[in-house]
C-alpha cells in the first residue's frame, strides 16, 4: 500500500517547486501527505471487528471504483495521448507482467 505514497509526494513537490517552494517545503508537504495513514492505522485496528459484516460491501465499492477509473479514465487518456493499437500493445504487456508476477508470487507461498 505504501508504494502509491511515493508518486502522490513526487506529484505534490513537482507543483511547488516551479511554484518558488523550496525543496524542505517540498518534501514536507510531500510526506505529510501520507501522515493520515499510519495514524488512522490504529483506530482502524481497534474497530475491524464492528464492520466485518459491511467488508464485503466495502471491498466490493474500491473495486468498482477502481475499475472505473481504470476502463474509464485511464483507458480513455492513454488513447487520447497515443492511439488504440499503443494502448492495446502496452495494457495486454501489462496484464500479462501482472498474472506472471501474481503466479510467481503463489509459486513461492508454496
Given amino acids: 500500500?505504501?508504494?502509491?505514497?511515493?508518486p502522490e509526494?513526487?506529484?505534490i513537490a513537482v507543483v511547488l517547486l516551479p511554484r518558488g517552494a523550496s525543496v524542505l517545503t517540498a518534501?514536507?508537504?510531500?510526506?505529510?501527505?501520507s501522515l493520515?495513514?499510519?495514524l488512522m492505522a490504529v483506530p482502524a485496528?481497534?474497530?475491524?471487528?464492528?464492520?466485518?459484516?459491511?467488508?464485503p460491501v466495502g471491498l466490493g465499492f474500491a473495486g468498482g471504483a477502481m475499475a472505473w477509473v481504470a476502463f474509464f479514465e485511464l483507458l480513455s487518456e492513454a488513447v487520447e495521448?497515443?492511439?488504440?493499437?499503443?494502448t492495446?500493445?502496452?495494457?495486454?504487456?501489462?496484464?500479462?507482467?501482472?498474472?506472471?508476477?501474481?503466479?510467481?508470487?503463489?509459486?513461492?507461498?508454496r
Avoid: K
Fill in 9 to 11: 509526494g513526487l506529484a
Fill in 81 to 86: 495521448d497515443t492511439n488504440l493499437l499503443t
Fill in 36 to 38: 493520515p495513514q499510519p
Fill in 45 to 55: 485496528y481497534l474497530f475491524v471487528h464492528h464492520f466485518i459484516p459491511i467488508l
Fill in 1 to 6: 500500500l505504501s508504494v502509491h505514497n511515493v
Fill in 88 to 109: 492495446i500493445v502496452v495494457s495486454l504487456c501489462s496484464l500479462v507482467t501482472m498474472l506472471f508476477a501474481q503466479h510467481m508470487i503463489e509459486e513461492g507461498s
Fill in 27 to 33: 518534501a514536507v508537504w510531500a510526506i505529510s501527505t
